[in-house]
């Protein structure tokens, strides 16, 4: 399948948006990612409080996280589909609504059941949130800032679950565990009312550059096709979502760890958690930045980067959990996250060079759908499980193993992508072993 020119991704959509607003479009629209991962992770901060309440077991805990990241999984795609069709900024604030809403019924729950359909609802609201956000972000942006954007964006959901686990567990310990799922509905029902009246869907949509004949011309090329169609891009996905096995698990469950083997409550637990969870999102940002700088002259060299950030994080990561509680294992576990995030910015630019423009909500639906179904969805409940038999100790020492698959998969793109990067452009291959300069970001 030949991609030509006229159909890649070359459109500069951020044409005649001023950039103090293109700003102010990144910050509302990164103001809800915090959000949402605010609701998502304020329930890792609360899970030694629902145990011992509710009776449960680590496995039930696991599948109240999982439920949210399933749901993600699955509902990202036909969503993010739909919303790249009827428009991204009503239906960035219809999610918002949702997914708050939902997490205020978190609060008024009973019983594991209750507790158990509202997160359901929560994972709906929060489906396709991040492919469709990041889509309408890098739409109001130069291209070349894509890496740097990406990883910016998508930090905004570490530093959500810094907030829903320091604040959740902080709140949780003054005012109980519910008033922690109200607070975090209460600042998302807030930005979810503001988002539409000052961003429009005029400014932002990527329909404002195409008459009717190029929007035929672009059904006629058929741009879904470069959703899946290089074997590098289905890498990309691939591999994201198995590196974030190893974040997303961690990030979930360092709350219930700390608590356990360092004796904290939930108050200490959830802000140094969220501390931990502050350098991967620190990191995911710095990596992206990275990326932008060493690779825009040398595409393939950010799969390289990417591989290095798999690899070096599988050995702080391995080194830290194989040490005792203190505080050097508490040194390696923030090192270890710091890098273990920074694939995104270079995934998320691997997609939307190698996608067009006209689908890049859908096709960051289809990472967040790899990202979950991969990693996040069944990174906590498989620890879970393996913590009810072994030990959360043991658990961990098994996790960051995962990252040497994702290094190996982050492998087999690099000797695919300056070859698909070309054949989507319509241009010769560039000779194997040949150092062919493909400016991709530009």
Known sequence: MAFHHSVGDEVDTSVGIPRSYAWVVFALTFGLLISDYMSRQVLNAVFPLLKTEWSLSDSQLGMLSGVVALMVGLLTFPLSLLADRVGRVRSLAVMALLWSVATLICGLAQR?????????????????????GIAVVLSVFP??????LTAAFMAGGMFGS????????????HLGWRWAFVGMALFGLLLACC????VREARVSHTRFTSAAQQAAQKASRPLRSLYASRSVVAAYIGSG??????????????????????????KAGALAGLIVLCSGAGMILCGILSDRLCRDAPARKIALAIGYCLGS?????????????PLQLLLICLGMLIAAGTTGPAGAMVANLTHYSVHGTAFATLTLANNLLGLAPGPFITGRLSDVFGLQTAFQLVPLMSIGAALVFFYARCHYLHDLARLRGEPSPPAGGTAVLEAQR
């Open 314 to 326: 599988c050995v702080l990561l391995s080194l830290a959990f194989a040490l005792p509680p203190g």
């Open 112 to 132: 594991y059941e209750q507790m158990f359909v509202a997160r359901f609802l929560v994972g709906v609201g929060e489906a396709a949130y991040g492919s469709v």
């Open 242 to 267: 198995l590196q974030l096995f190893v974040g997303g698990t961690v990030i979930v469950w360092m709350p219930s760890y700390l608590n356990r083997y360092y004796a904290m409550g939930t108050d």
């Open 195 to 198: 988002y539409p009246l000052i």
């Open 143 to 148: 291209k070349h800032m894509r890496a740097t």
């Open 162 to 173: 810094v907030l829903g686990m320091a604040l959740g567990g902080a709140i949780a310990a």
